[in-house]
């Protein structure tokens, strides 16, 4: 199975507080990319890091990769009700059309 | 607005029935994408079209017909569907490899 595994799979904090989901994954990637999907609605992409990177940020979100361990996590700082959301991280190949392979998804629950 | 508008939002159809899902994207994206996404598992890819060529999941059965007639459009073929096929279908483009995806919001369907 190209699947992964994040966890927790459910996650509930205070606002203030951080949150964070980590990602493990069982291929060779190029890339690894993180999503946010509110309640019934589409994917909204967060950050995209690749192999050869370790940490990025964007904002509040910082996310690290370890390719050695084939996993990366997502920190979201002083979290906000409106960060209440589904995270899912996906991964995949540069080479030839972006086909990635999702997670499983973190529920955040932020409560203010 | 995410740049990728998909109709109907939500479908109800018998198992007998024929529908289409329809899909529009003004990103100038390259790659279109079907993902299907049910309760309690990862997104699952089913089609993919790019300037290249198209990929299909092979485990996707052939009940679902896709049709990609240029690269702003891209269509799902629904014909006797079964209970299970129930789901949240989502369209996403990109511009192509290491690109991240854009989704839209999503057709909610119901087959009875």
């Known amino acids: 199975s190209q699947q992964g595994e994040e966890d927790p799979q459910a996650l509930s904090i205070q606002e203030g507080e951080n949150a964070t989901m980590n990602c493990s994954y069982k291929t060779s990637i190029n890339n690894l990319q993180w999503y946010r999907q509110n309640s019934g609605r589409g994917l909204v992409h967060l950050i995209l890091?690749?192999?050869?990177?370790r940490e990025k940020h964007s904002g509040r979100l910082r996310v690290t990769l370890d390719t050695s361990k084939k996993s990366s996590s997502l920190l979201i700082t002083a979290s906000r009700a409106a960060d209440t959301a589904s995270y899912f991280c996906a991964w995949g190949r540069d080479t030839g059309f972006q086909k990635l392979v999702f997670g499983t998804g973190t529920r955040l629950l932020v409560s203010p | 607005e995410t740049g990728v508008t998909q109709t109907p939002r939500h479908l109800v159809m018998g198992m007998t029935n024929k529908k289409s899902l329809k899909c529009e994207q003004h990103l100038g994206h390259n790659a279109m994408y079907w993902y299907k996404q049910s309760a309690k598992k990862p997104l699952e890819l089913m089609f993919v079209y790019s300037l290249e060529e198209r990929v299909e999941n092979n485990s996707v059965p052939s009940r679902f017909s896709p049709e990609c007639p240029n690269s702003s459009h891209l269509f799902l073929h629904l014909h006797t569907l079964q209970p299970e096929d129930s789901a949240l279908y989502l369209c996403?483009?990109?511009?192509?490899?290491?690109?991240?995806?854009?989704f839209g919001n999503g057709t909610r369907l119901t087959v009875t």
């Open positions: 996403a483009s990109s511009k192509g490899a290491g690109s991240p995806l854009h």
């Open positions: 890091i690749r192999s050869n990177e």
